[in-house]
């Protein structure tokens, strides 16, 4: 639940100088690859944000999977701060049966089938629905839940899963409170709140074309601006830690993460979903 992807494409100027580094340079990330203890980290990330938002209670085992996690249609990312397991993300591809996916469902047509089939109806073409991703599980550490370098570093490294599945469509299960956040960024409200299995909390389904996204307010790489052979992607696939920004991102001085990092205001709504969960 909650979710969403990128934000808006940079205003073309001349190149920056190099700053100096920054906490932006410090936040790497790791797709979950037959890697137990990356795996591990995910749910324990997801545990902890879910418990410290009221929406589960403490449990012996401090790990929180579903049925999802196993499936070859989702991706995992954690990223560090430091090296330290910060936040996380996934996103899960709704099956084709085109021969190369298996058919399957989105987390959120556990409360949305119904909607998220009339909405892929309403757009398909030549008798081919649109490629459609959720994205869920989206957590900050306790620790980590004000850090906005994390919060946009999740909305970042989540831009290369959406390539990776060659999405048109992206849907999210948001919280009530997070929806005009969602909205700002184009996403439409498609369903309202409904209870959220396994979780004490209420979700809304949103939803947005990829080539509708608007980003979130500031600027911060867009679609458009990374693709899937540039060194991040490569890096992510193969298991390796990357740079979640990289130099050239990291050294612009109009990256409103830098901005934010240099003491210019949070752009508004900024701030609540720095601490929410998804």
Request: net charge negative.
């Amino acid at each position: 639940m909650d979710g969403s992807i990128l934000g808006h494409q940079f205003l073309r100027t001349t190149e920056s100088a190099p700053l100096p580094a920054r906490r932006s340079d410090s936040v790497t990330a790791r797709l979950v690859i037959d890697d137990d203890e990356t795996f591990r980290e995910a749910l324990a990330l997801r545990y902890e944000a879910y418990v410290a938002a009221g929406y589960l209670a403490p449990r012996s085992e401090a790990l929180f999977s579903d049925t999802y996690d196993e499936s070859p249609l989702s991706k995992t990312v954690v990223l560090y701060n430091h090296g330290e397991p910060a936040a996380s993300v996934r996103v899960c591809m709704l099956g084709h049966c085109d021969g190369n996916d298996r058919p399957g469902d989105l987390p959120a047509a556990a409360m949305f089938r119904d909607e998220i089939d009339t909405c892929l109806d309403g757009l398909a073409a030549g008798g081919r629905r649109p490629r459609a991703v959720e994205i869920t599980r989206l957590a900050c550490s306790p620790h980590h839940a004000r850090d906005i370098t994390l919060l946009m570093g999740l909305y970042h490294i989540v831009g290369y899963l959406i390539l990776h599945f060659r999405a048109e469509i992206i849907f999210a299960a948001v919280t009530v409170n997070h929806a005009p956040f969602y909205r700002r960024m184009g996403f439409c409200e498609i369903a309202p709140a409904r209870d959220y299995p396994g979780l004490d909390v209420q979700t809304v389904l949103m939803g947005c074309k990829t080539n509708e996204h608007r980003g979130i307010p500031g600027k911060l790489m867009s679609l458009a601006e990374i693709s899937l052979s540039d060194d991040t992607y490569l890096g992510l696939v193969t298991g390796q830690p990357v740079p979640v920004f990289g130099e050239r991102v990291a050294s612009r001085k109009d990256l409103v993460v830098n901005q934010i990092l240099a003491g210019a205001p949070i752009p508004q709504g900024l701030g609540a979903v720095a601490a929410t969960i998804g």
